[in-house]
């Protein structure tokens, strides 16, 4: 994964160094493949690092999810905070003692730390040598991923709905907006999804 970010962001126009500092401080591999991908479609890089904040809202709920792990030293909370990546947290959350919680998160957060920055300058020095990442089929990588993470979650029908009216309305903006609008836009689907819980809460109330 973070070698196809590297080959596609410097294939696709933008300097060595960009994928690889942002990797290093951003560290959120949805929002740095959004980031690359509306600003190499033509979008507005502000549409871009909103899309991004965005993305990575749901580290709020993982914060207070891990809040007991990363222990009370400021320097610990803050080194663990950019270490809270999806696969941290739910690796965290899998152990039931806190010792465990505490290992894994770091464990694995530190790991994939390394992983994902050794694999962005490897994919950046070879994007500068592919000309084009199409052919290769590394412009898939990401979206296959997303795609089979979502998947299980359609199982559940209350999630069905918010999923299908976002897609349906990020498709229909697509030729009309510039890149990144219908990714914010697909956010309506928040909102169906609450306005048709809303009759449920009631009856439940």
């Not at 990588?141 to 559940?156: G, I, N």
Request: aromatic letters at 10%; one cysteine or more; proline letters at 5%.
């Amino acid at each position: 994964m973070g070698a196809s970010y590297g080959a596609i962001a410097v294939s696709s126009g933008f300097p060595l160094w960009l994928p690889v500092l942002m990797s290093l401080l951003v560290f959120a591999g949805a929002s740095q493949f959004m980031f690359i991908g509306i600003v190499a479609a033509g979008g507005n890089p502000f549409a871009a690092v909103l899309a991004g904040l965005l993305a990575n809202a749901r580290h709020l709920p993982f914060g207070f999810a891990v809040g007991d792990v990363l222990g009370r030293r400021w320097t610990a909370r803050l080194a663990g905070t950019h270490l809270m990546i999806d696969e941290s947290v739910a690796f965290a959350l899998a152990q039931r003692e806190t010792h465990r919680r505490r290992a894994a998160f770091w464990a694995c957060g530190i790991g994939l730390f390394a992983c994902w920055n050794l694999g962005v300058v490897a994919g950046a020095f070879a994007g500068t040598a592919i000309g084009d990442t199409d052919v290769f089929g590394l412009d898939a990588a990401f979206p296959a991923v997303l795609l089979a993470l979502v998947l299980p979650a359609l199982r559940d029908r209350a999630a069905r709905l918010p999923v299908l009216a976002g897609v349906l309305v990020a498709l229909v903006a697509t030729p009309f907006l510039p890149a990144g609008l219908p990714v914010l836009l697909a956010l309506a689907g928040v909102v169906a999804g609450v306005a048709a819980k809303e009759p449920q809460l009631q009856e439940a109330g």
